[in-house]
């Protein structure tokens, strides 16, 4: 069965420094890896996505995270937060068959940025 | 307007009544879902659809029953409320893209039931 790890509830940082959310995964094959972010009172919106090729993923709002397939992680970055970016963040994995019903999120970090 | 509309956003109900969350997409997608999220717990899928005529249980179906009334609008329904049930629910729909690359969902915004 596949899973996903998010071992920080909570991640604080403050503005202008750089940030990190953890996600571990566990699945069969070649893995699907998303990240989704939740505002308040809002659904999630997709961040990003790694499929293949390139292990550093470009995503929505400045947001990059990196694909460690020997550590089977893929942490969410961001190089200088913003307080706007506090937010619910959860990650998400699938295996190489099968479709977006078989997607598998992690419990959330919530990321709060203090000014 | 939203690409995927949720009602109610918040509804309060007593045990054993039947509730019906409705969601309407104007997105064009075949595939629509509903989750339910709960602290701690993140997001688990408790029906899908592929297309009007494809109905399937996810995760955690019992005590659910969904309604795919057209290609845009998918509802699900409590028949018999129960306070554990008290939770947010999405709904989401995401397209088909060949070659297996999907995994996009796009969400409602959420209705946030609670059962007394």
């Known amino acids: 069965a596949q899973s996903v790890a998010q071992p920080e509830d909570q991640v604080n940082v403050a503005e202008g420094n750089p940030l990190t959310v953890k996600c571990t995964y566990s699945?069969?094959?070649?893995?699907?890896l998303f990240w989704y972010v939740q505002y308040p009172n809002r659904g999630l919106q997709f961040l990003l996505k790694?499929?293949?090729?390139?292990?550093l993923v470009k995503g929505s709002y400045g947001f990059e995270a990196e694909f460690n397939k020997s550590q089977t992680s893929f942490h969410l970055k961001k190089p200088s937060a913003l307080v706007s970016d506090s937010a619910l963040y959860f990650c998400a994995v699938r295996g190489p068959s099968g479709s977006a019903r078989q997607l598998t999120f992690g419990s959330g970090t919530q990321l709060t940025v203090l000014p | 307007d939203a690409d995927v509309t949720q009602t109610p956003r918040n509804r309060i109900t007593k045990t054993g009544k039947r509730i019906m969350l409705e969601c309407s997409q104007t997105k064009g997608h075949d595939r629509m879902y509903w989750y339910r999220q709960d602290p701690g717990l993140g997001l688990r899928l408790i029906y899908y659809s592929f297309d009007v005529k494809d109905i399937n249980k996810g995760e955690i179906s019992d005590g659910y029953s969904v309604s795919r009334q057209a290609q845009a609008k998918f509802s699900l329904s409590l028949e018999s409320a129960i306070p554990n049930q008290t939770a947010l629910y999405f709904c989401?729909?995401?397209?088909?893209?060949?070659?297996?690359?999907?995994?996009?969902?796009?969400f409602g915004e959420g209705s946030r039931l609670t059962v007394l």
């Open positions: 699945v069969s094959g070649n893995p699907y």
């Open positions: 989401a729909t995401s397209d088909f893209v060949a070659g297996g690359r999907s995994g996009e969902l796009f």
């Open positions: 790694y499929i293949t090729g390139d292990n």
